[in-house]
């Protein structure tokens, strides 16, 4: 079954080399208080990959999010769900990736999807573009934990945090729901024309198979950090630009929405930007307002200090139009909390 929460990898961080962004306040947890709202919500930045370092990272939240009401993410990631988003994948009859490329480009590609997603190779001719990237990245992520681990030592596999976070959630018997219905997240992830799709695709392989050497040879992303003097400003080369899934955890532990933010905004055409970002954002905060305006419920009064935590892609976090900044246009106080080097929570 295809895994829909690793979706946006790809497509967002193919091509991160270097970064300058402020970095104040540029936290991936924010309480949330204010607007004649008693109890207190939480609003978190996720990444949507499983790697071990992300995941011992998102220990952290565990107090804010346990002691919540409601955990809530982009999607409930249920095994409905994956079956609904299901039919969204499939391309049109007159749209299959073979008749998108031309012959000799779809035979150029077909060698890198038969080795890298195996016996389901044949039936990408009709799935849309955009999942089939998806599927690879999720097979880059897999060897890179593979890469970061002893050759003798197996990787343990997590599932991405988005759908780590939830399975926490239902152990604890807490209220697990989604901002977004199937149909509005796969809508907003098809926005951008199939026929282009397949394009960033093919080139997407293509780049791959001409740096696989330089992939394979690699197994650790060096990073340096240059501060500059009497500013706020951090400089971040990623010396080894091959590994994408790579730069990506990194950037995501630098816990810079900011910059986060800035490169998804740079890597999109704007219709295509108010498509996957900003509509989106529209309709979560919505969302979690109506959960924080229903407050706790009798039963939760006495055992929950929070109404909501949500759990989102940190891409949606920063910029003027990210939910950050539309929480506090709409009322809301939002205060960042701090992790410092013990792991314990600060303001």
Do not use: C
């Given at each position: 079954m295809f895994n829909y929460s690793s979706y946006f990898i790809g497509l967002v961080f193919s091509a991160l080399f270097i970064f300058t962004s402020t970095s104040a306040k540029a936290q991936l947890l924010w309480e949330i208080s204010g607007n004649n709202i008693k109890q207190k919500s939480y609003l978190f930045g996720t990444v949507h990959v499983g790697d071990e370092r992300v995941i011992d990272y998102a220990s952290n939240i565990y107090p804010y999010m346990d002691n919540s009401q409601t955990v809530a993410g982009e999607l409930d990631l249920n095994f409905m769900t994956s079956i609904t988003a299901f039919a969204y994948i499939m391309s049109p009859k007159d749209s299959t990736l073979s008749k998108l490329l031309t012959k000799e480009e779809y035979q150029e590609i077909k060698p890198y999807l038969s080795e890298n997603i195996g016996s389901?190779?044949?039936?990408?001719?009709?799935?849309?573009?955009?999942?089939?990237?998806?599927?690879?990245?999720?097979?880059?992520?897999?060897?890179l934990a593979e890469s970061l681990h002893d050759e003798n030592a197996e990787?343990?596999?997590?599932?991405?945090?988005?759908?780590?976070?939830q399975n926490r959630a239902r152990e604890n018997?807490?209220?697990?729901?989604?901002?977004?219905?199937?149909?509005?997240?796969?809508?907003?992830?098809?926005?951008?024309?199939?026929d282009k799709q397949a394009r960033e695709l093919y080139d997407y392989i293509i780049q791959k198979n001409k740096t696989k050497e330089q992939i394979q040879d690699s197994t650790k992303v060096e990073i340096d950090v240059v501060s500059i003097e009497e500013s706020d400003t951090t400089l971040v080369e990623l010396k080894n630009s091959a590994n994408p899934m790579e730069t990506l955890i990194l950037l995501y532990l630098s816990e810079n929405i900011?910059?986060?933010?800035?490169?998804?905004?740079?890597?999109?055409?704007?219709?295509s930007y108010q498509s996957l970002i900003v509509r989106r954002n529209i309709v979560m905060v919505q969302r979690m307002e109506e959960q924080m305006k229903k407050g706790l419920s009798k039963e939760n009064k006495k055992s929950k200090k929070n109404i909501i935590f949500a759990a989102v892609g940190a891409g949606h976090l920063g910029g003027k139009e990210g939910m950050i900044n539309l929480l506090k246009d709409a009322g809301y106080t939002l205060t960042p909390i701090f992790f410092n080097d013990k792991n314990k929570i600060e303001k």
């Amino acid at each position: 079954m295809f895994n829909y929460s690793s979706y946006f990898i790809g497509l967002v961080f193919s091509a991160l080399f270097i970064f300058t962004s402020t970095s104040a306040k540029a936290q991936l947890l924010w309480e949330i208080s204010g607007n004649n709202i008693k109890q207190k919500s939480y609003l978190f930045g996720t990444v949507h990959v499983g790697d071990e370092r992300v995941i011992d990272y998102a220990s952290n939240i565990y107090p804010y999010m346990d002691n919540s009401q409601t955990v809530a993410g982009e999607l409930d990631l249920n095994f409905m769900t994956s079956i609904t988003a299901f039919a969204y994948i499939m391309s049109p009859k007159d749209s299959t990736l073979s008749k998108l490329l031309t012959k000799e480009e779809y035979q150029e590609i077909k060698p890198y999807l038969s080795e890298n997603i195996g016996s389901l190779a044949p039936f990408l001719d009709m799935v849309r573009p955009v999942f089939i990237m998806a599927m690879l990245q999720e097979k880059e992520q897999e060897k890179l934990a593979e890469s970061l681990h002893d050759e003798n030592a197996e990787a343990e596999k997590y599932p991405a945090l988005d759908m780590y976070l939830q399975n926490r959630a239902r152990e604890n018997e807490q209220n697990v729901i989604g901002l977004e219905t199937v149909k509005e997240q796969m809508t907003a992830l098809s926005s951008t024309p199939i026929d282009k799709q397949a394009r960033e695709l093919y080139d997407y392989i293509i780049q791959k198979n001409k740096t696989k050497e330089q992939i394979q040879d690699s197994t650790k992303v060096e990073i340096d950090v240059v501060s500059i003097e009497e500013s706020d400003t951090t400089l971040v080369e990623l010396k080894n630009s091959a590994n994408p899934m790579e730069t990506l955890i990194l950037l995501y532990l630098s816990e810079n929405i900011e910059l986060l933010h800035e490169q998804i905004s740079n890597e999109f055409e704007e219709e295509s930007y108010q498509s996957l970002i900003v509509r989106r954002n529209i309709v979560m905060v919505q969302r979690m307002e109506e959960q924080m305006k229903k407050g706790l419920s009798k039963e939760n009064k006495k055992s929950k200090k929070n109404i909501i935590f949500a759990a989102v892609g940190a891409g949606h976090l920063g910029g003027k139009e990210g939910m950050i900044n539309l929480l506090k246009d709409a009322g809301y106080t939002l205060t960042p909390i701090f992790f410092n080097d013990k792991n314990k929570i600060e303001k």
